[in-house]
């Protein structure tokens, strides 16, 4: 499947917003502070701090998402704030592709690190494995941090 990634744009919002809330991993709460993020990276970039990317299928049918932004108060370091993939499409690459591409647009901007966190919850196994097969590494892992039960899991990646 070819897949093509560019800038996120405002026409992008509806699909986008279906992909998050059709994600089962992602509470309601979560999906509002998404919705904070993207539209950040939407409204003002250079003002916000956040970037977004879409991806779409040869189709040109958007298929994810991924939003990203420097750390304040670090000089080199990232965040990878969300990466989502509509469902019918996880497991083709879209995803590895996504992530691939924020960290050449954060390599290009200076950043030298970046950093994901999720949940350590059973039903995010299949989030954490990929970002281990996309040479994250587990660098912490807070015990009951968003709940009892639920750990906060932090992968880092050294780029270039």
């Not at 998404?34 to 250079?46: R, Y």
């Not at 003002?47 to 879409?54: I, M, N, Q, V």
Request: hydrophobic share 40%; net charge negative.
């Amino acid at each position: 499947m070819a897949i093509k990634i560019r800038q996120l744009e405002k026409e992008d919002r509806p699909a986008l917003m279906e992909i998050l809330q059709n994600t089962p991993e992602f509470t309601v709460d979560e999906v509002v502070v998404a919705e904070e993020v993207i539209d950040g990276s939407l409204d003002k970039p250079e003002t916000s701090g956040y970037f977004s990317l879409a991806a779409e299928n040869e189709d040109g049918v958007f298929i994810g998402f991924i939003s990203y932004g420097p750390v304040p108060m670090t000089q080199h370091a990232w965040d990878i704030y969300w990466l989502a993939v509509k469902r019918e499409f996880q497991g083709h690459g879209t995803g590895a592709a996504l992530l691939k591409a924020a960290e050449e647009k954060i390599e290009q901007a200076g950043g030298r690190m970046a950093f994901i966190e999720t949940s350590g919850k059973e039903q995010y196994d299949k989030t954490r494995h990929f970002y281990l097969t996309n040479d994250y590494k587990e660098i912490c892992n807070i015990p009951d941090f968003y709940a009892p039960g639920d750990a906060k899991v932090i992968y880092q990646k050294i780029l270039g």
